[in-house]
């Protein structure tokens, strides 16, 4: 079980010895036992970090954040900034450094690692606490440890975990500058993509109608656009709205944007965001399932983005976040890759 | 076929690469091969430029098939483009299946500039192929 | 009028509502919706992922169609919304108070024909809450009540195993006497149980905000206050706080172009949302509200300073909905308290 006061000591070292220029962590927010995120600058903060089984954020996001607000400002930062990442989170960061976002010398990485447990899901937890209210849980080795006002309660993690977390390949993050908590890489809870193979399973006209359903609750708020460290593009390609102007812009090239979708949040402009948003993600998703957890209105969306990583990885033995200095999936090639769908 | 059936005429948007296939599309033209005349032709400069985009855009706009068509694996005009354009599209078709779309409205091929005549019968395929399947509604925008 | 309903005759009531839509919460892949009522009813429900703002503002309508020949005038076409009745069941005293408010913008403030259409042919039947549906409701601290009616057509409480119906307009009125016999005389046993509950129901710990009547003031005295930023440092710039809103109607305007020889189309609203980042970009590329703690001044000012200096009411309604809906924990409630306390 990783001591959560090894993280805070790690941070305020950090931050006091003047090494990195801030620290990304999770703090606890205003609302009962959930964790959130916070960048702090000060070592005395230190004390406010936590780390527990409601940190299901990547923050790989504010370290994009960041370096957007520097090159608004036109600043170059002297000291890196410090991010405690989970395994998903540590393969993030890999993607944006492989894709030259930043440099691995930019970013100071604490990892921590889920061990046999992950981030949990409320429902399920609520589920299973029959209407106690949950004070805090806390991951230890296999199990969670929810405090409630009755008292200490153990349970098995995999009965409260996401789905992201028991089909996770990689609990902890090969990538780090300091790393907190046994490495469990073999712990196997659920076999990867379990959850696409059952969809899978269904008939076309099934796949249809359960997206057709998906679809039309998307209100188009773009949360999971939002929420993935990945879809950091100032101009969305679906958004015509969001083209960033200057005052060079001509009025003709306003008029001519292409507008590939309309504002109307209908079934048609839905998913083609989504699967556009699917492929752009392809080779780069992850799997932190963070898009999942933010949508209000519970659309599947890890099923489209583990298609694509499942494609990648049968066919094109290719594993996102795998190694800085890796190719990107769309702009490599093998000579085997597969052709027999090409009449 | 009831006579509805038999009048329907599939609208394919066939993106072709300017180098190969566009070329043979337009030798097929002019040594006057018969071929159905339901593709819509839009010239790209290489099939590795496709963006997935364009093809989610022609179903939105209401096209019944979508065609790709490239170089030979080995002959691109710029060196690699189509090998690109074979992993990516792989990707799409697999994205396109898994949400539904019947599979036989997408399709790719590789046709060259001498291959007129291949272009002709990619084309009479893909149309006899689209007709049962009627027009295509899953993906197109319901412009009222 | 008052009235007793036997929560076995619900389905009933809505059966002889027949020249009304009828709408209640179903719950479809764990989120719960208003849907239009196929088989049984049920009013069991937390509150409704969104509200039902929906209704009289949908998040796509058509205002006109229109086509030119070219040379000629464009021709428009008018697309008035349908006549259809629709009536509203389980609808929460907090998202009652949000159509008011939404009313006094485009129906009071504003001659919009297109709301003010799906407006007259709506009713909303409420449930007053006996528990809050959330953990993060506040209604009492913004003028409104678990109980109140305030823009209700009827307001239903749970009694057990019967609702007391109580009419609030003569909608309301006319919803209950199509119900004929099938709605019964409140004993004065109903009347004392349906005052305890509500007594009840009020007393229900919630969030609080610690200065609702100061928070105009204060909110204006901490316009350029450093506690925006520091506040809105996690948000991630995505639309669910507003899009889920009872009260939150920005909207964007636009022509879905569907020919273009002869020119053909759609002149369409949209929602809109002040989170999102290029919402007040200019044509200039000058962005007045540029960063994530712009945004959220803005939001939280609208809600209780700007709505309050122009209509003497709170926008917000303490639905709670932005609170546990947000992916990174901004909690307008802890905001307002935060700022109005560090205010001046």
Redesign the interface.
């Given at each position: 079980m990783i001591d959560v006061q090894s993280i805070r000591d790690a941070a305020r070292d950090l931050l006091a010895k003047g090494e990195v220029r801030a620290v990304i962590g999770y703090q606890r927010?205003?609302?009962?036992m959930?964790?959130?995120?916070?960048?702090i600058t000060d070592p005395e903060q230190a004390d406010e970090l936590v780390w527990d089984a409601t940190c299901f954020?990547n923050l790989a996001?504010?370290l994009v954040e960041d370096r957007k607000a520097l090159a608004h400002a036109q600043r170059t930062p002297n000291l890196p900034i410090a991010i405690v990442a989970k395994g998903c989170d540590a393969r993030a960061i890999v993607v944006l450094m492989q894709e030259h976002y930043f440099k691995r010398e930019d970013v100071y990485i604490i990892g921590v690692s889920c061990e046999g447990g992950g981030v949990l899901v409320e429902?399920k937890l609520a589920r299973l606490l029959n209407g106690a209210q949950a004070l805090s849980a806390v991951i230890d080795g296999a199990e969670l440890v929810v405090t409630t006002l009755a008292g200490e309660v153990r349970l098995p993690a995999s009965e409260v975990m996401a789905d992201r977390c028991l089909e996770c390949r990689e609990p902890f993050p090969k990538e780090h500058n300091v790393v907190f908590g046994e490495d469990q890489t073999s712990r196997q809870l659920v076999a990867p993509f379990t959850a696409l193979a059952r969809f899978e399973a269904l008939s076309e006209a099934d796949r249809w109608a359960y997206w057709c359903?998906?679809f039309e609750?998307c209100?188009?708020?773009?949360?999971c656009?939002?929420?993935c460290p990945m879809c950091y593009c100032d101009e969305c390609v679906v958004d015509s709205?969001?083209f960033?102007?200057?005052?060079e812009?001509t009025a003709e090239e306003?008029a001519n944007r292409i507008r590939w979708i309309?504002?109307?949040?209908?079934r048609s402009e839905n998913i083609t965001y989504h699967m556009t948003r699917a492929m752009h993600l392809a080779g780069r998703c992850i799997d932190c399932g963070?898009c999942e957890?933010?949508c209000?209105?519970?659309i599947p969306l890890r099923l489209l983005n583990n298609k694509m990583e499942r494609e990648a990885r049968e066919h094109f033995g290719y594993e996102p976040g795998a190694s800085i200095g890796g190719p990107s999936l769309v702009a490599s090639f093998r000579d085997d890759d597969p052709g027999q769908f090409i009449r | 076929m009831s006579e509805e059936e038999q009048a329907y005429e599939p609208k394919i948007v066939a993106f072709l690469c300017k180098w190969c296939s566009s070329a043979g599309s337009d030798l097929a033209g002019v040594s006057r091969i018969q071929y159905p005349a339901n593709a819509t032709p839009i010239t790209v400069p290489c099939s590795g430029s496709i963006s997935p985009l364009y093809i989610l855009s022609a179903f939105n706009k209401g096209a019944d098939g979508v065609l790709l068509s490239g170089c030979h694996i080995g002959d691109c005009h710029y060196i690699e483009g189509n090998y690109l354009a074979r992993r990516k599209i792989y990707l799409i078709k697999e994205l396109l299946e898994m949400v539904g779309v019947e599979p036989d409205r997408f399709r790719m091929s590789w046709v060259s500039a001498a291959e007129g005549a291949k272009y002709a019968q990619v084309v009479k395929d893909f149309v006899a192929d689209l007709k049962p399947l009627g027009p295509q509604n899953k993906l197109k925008a319901d412009?009222? | 009028m008052e009235k007793i309903l036997d929560k076995q005759r619900l389905d009933d009531w809505i059966a002889a509502l027949t020249d009304w839509e009828a709408f209640a919460p179903a719950v479809?892949?764990?989120?719960w919706?208003f849907r239009p009522v196929v088989g049984a009813a049920r009013l069991d429900h937390p509150n409704t992922?969104?509200p039902p703002k929906g209704f009289a503002f949908p998040?796509?309508e058509?205002f006109f169609s229109f086509e030119q020949i070219k040379g000629e005038a464009p021709r428009l076409t008018q697309k008035l919304p349908d006549s259809k009745h629709r009536v509203v069941f389980g609808v929460r005293p907090c998202d009652a108070r949000g159509t008011v408010r939404m009313d006094r913008v485009f129906a009071d403030h504003v001659d919009d024909v297109y709301y003010q259409s799906r407006r007259n042919n709506m009713a909303y039947v409420g449930l007053a809450c006996n528990k809050p549906p959330s953990?993060?409701c506040f209604c009492l601290s913004v003028g409104g009540s678990p109980v109140s009616s305030d823009g209700l057509d009827v307001l239903m409480t749970d009694l057990g195993d019967r609702y007391f119906l109580a009419a609030i307009t003569e909608t309301g009125k006319s919803l209950m006497t199509t119900a004929g016999d099938l709605l019964k005389m409140p004993a004065a046993a109903d009347r004392k149980q349906a005052a305890s509950v509500h007594a009840e129901a009020v007393a229900q710990p919630q969030r609080a905000i610690n200065n609702p009547d100061g928070a105009p003031a204060r909110l204006k005295a901490s316009f350029k206050s450093p506690l925006w930023e520091e506040l809105a440092?996690?948000c991630?710039?995505?639309?669910?706080c507003t899009?889920?809103c009872p009260t939150c109607h920005c909207f964007?305007i636009?022509d879905?172009v569907?020919g273009s020889a002869p020119l053909k189309?759609?002149r369409?609203r949209?929602?809109d949302?002040c989170q999102?980042?290029?919402f007040t970009?200019h044509?200039?590329?000058h962005n007045p509200r540029p960063t994530v703690g712009a945004r959220l001044r803005q939001r939280v000012c609208h809600k209780f300073q700007y709505f309050h200096e122009n209509f003497g009411m709170h926008q917000c309604t303490g639905c709670g909905r932005c609170?546990?809906?947000c992916?990174?924990?901004i909690?307008i409630?802890?905001v307002v308290n935060k700022v109005t306390e560090h205010a001046g």
């Open positions: 927010g205003s609302r009962g959930l964790a959130e995120p916070v960048t954020h996001l504010y429902y359903r998906q609750r209100i188009r708020c773009f949360a656009r939002s929420v709205i969001t960033p102007v200057a005052p812009t306003k309309e504002r109307s949040a209908v963070e957890r933010v209000p209105v519970n | 412009r009222t | 479809e892949d764990g989120v919706a992922k969104q998040q796509r058509v953990a993060h440092q996690a991630i710039g995505c639309g669910i899009f889920l964007d636009n879905e569907t189309g759609n369409v949209t929602w949302n999102f980042p290029d970009m044509t200039s590329g609170i546990s809906d992916p990174v924990g909690d409630v802890h």
